[in-house]
């Protein structure tokens, strides 16, 4: 069994979506650090005035606290002004009708204040759509090993969840020794994400690693199970 753990993000670029389509049960891993200026609350997309962020207010905000424990500011009007910002910015993108749904659908979840339940609904309604067929665990309702840190913890986890494989992101070559992996009996590997371009309706030129939503408002449904599903697994 094919296991992949990461930290909820919003709206993530499609490489993030490769990962969870190449294992057969992701673990939001939810009870770990927030991490500020990363992409638990915020992502990017093509505007007319180059790349900008599109960022979900947040109240109290600490790298003390857990994601899990990380509060949105309360819905008010940044959720109707990040709609607005969406429609505007992809007025022309073929497929925006689809995507802004989507978007809406995923925003109904800021009603909830947290940050992690908001991220999450922008995972599970992009892999929906995308039809990526994969088993969901949260960290902090299940493993009681926050004890544990880094590598040790992501082992503790495989080992509770039967995987036979562990799949990360190519940034995890540099903090997880294969060995380490093997001792306990779990193969580990990477996923090569597969940036394909793709007609972008603010740019001549491709701007790669863009928010998924890019992706939604650019392709057709089909295209974008294919893309992402697109991430080579390897050593």
Known sequence: MRLAIMQPYFFPYQGYFQLIASVDRFVVYDDVAFIRNGWINRNRILTSSGIEYLTVPLSGA????????????????????????????????????????????????????SVRDL???????????ADLPVSWQDSSLVYGNAELTGPRRVIDICRREKATTYVNVP???????????????????????????????????????????????????????????AGEVQP
């Open 171 to 229: 940034g995890g070559r540099s903090l997880y020794d294969p060995a380490m992996f093997d001792s306990a009996g779990i193969a580990l590997r990477f996923v090569t994400p597969a940036l394909e371009p793709y007609p972008q309706s603010r740019s001549k030129e491709f701007v790669p690693g863009l928010s998924v939503l890019d992706l939604l408002m650019s392709v057709s449904r089909d295209e974008v199970r294919r893309r992402l599903r």
């Open 62 to 113: 600490s790298s003390f606290r857990p994601i899990c424990e990380t509060r949105c500011a309360r819905p008010g009007t940044w959720r109707d002004k990040m709609l607005r910002t969406l429609t505007q910015v992809y007025a022309r993108a073929p497929e925006r009708e689809a995507g802004l749904a989507l978007a809406q659908r995923v925003l109904q979840a800021a009603d909830s204040e």
């Open 119 to 129: 991220a999450v609904a922008s995972l599970r309604e992009v892999c929906a759509y």
